[in-house]
C-alpha cells in the first residue's frame, strides 16, 4: 500500500489567486487560507482531492463580507461553489 499523494488541483490554485485579488480589490485585505488539504471535513469532502479551500472570515466587517461573496461568486463563476459557513469561507471546484 503506497501512501496517497494529494496534490491541489489547478483550479484551485486559480480560485485562490482569484480570491485574493478581489479581496484587496474590495477590502484591501489578503486572504487567509486556513485549510486546503488538512483539517476534518466529511469523508466525500473535495478538500481531500485538493479540490477545496477555505478562507478566513473574522478580518472582514460584515459589508466586506457581503461584497466579497458576491464578486467571488461571479469572478469564479458557475464551476465553483462559494460557501459561507459560520467562521469561513469554503470555496470549491465543483462543475455541474
Not at 488541483?9 to 487567509?32: G, L, N
Not at 488539504?37 to 478562507?55: E, R, T
Amino acid at each position: 500500500n503506497e501512501p496517497e499523494e494529494l496534490t491541489i488541483s489547478p483550479f484551485i490554485q486559480r480560485a485562490m489567486t482569484i480570491a485574493d485579488a478581489v479581496s484587496i480589490a474590495d477590502t484591501k485585505k489578503e486572504i487567509v487560507v486556513t485549510s486546503i488539504l488538512d483539517g476534518v471535513h466529511s469523508s466525500k469532502s473535495l478538500h481531500y482531492k485538493g479540490l477545496a479551500f477555505d478562507m478566513r472570515t473574522h478580518i472582514y466587517t460584515q459589508y466586506e463580507l457581503s461584497k466579497l461573496m458576491n464578486n467571488l461568486k461571479y469572478m469564479l463563476g458557475a464551476n465553483y461553489d462559494v460557501v459561507l459557513e459560520k467562521d469561513h469561507i469554503h470555496i470549491e471546484y465543483d462543475p455541474k
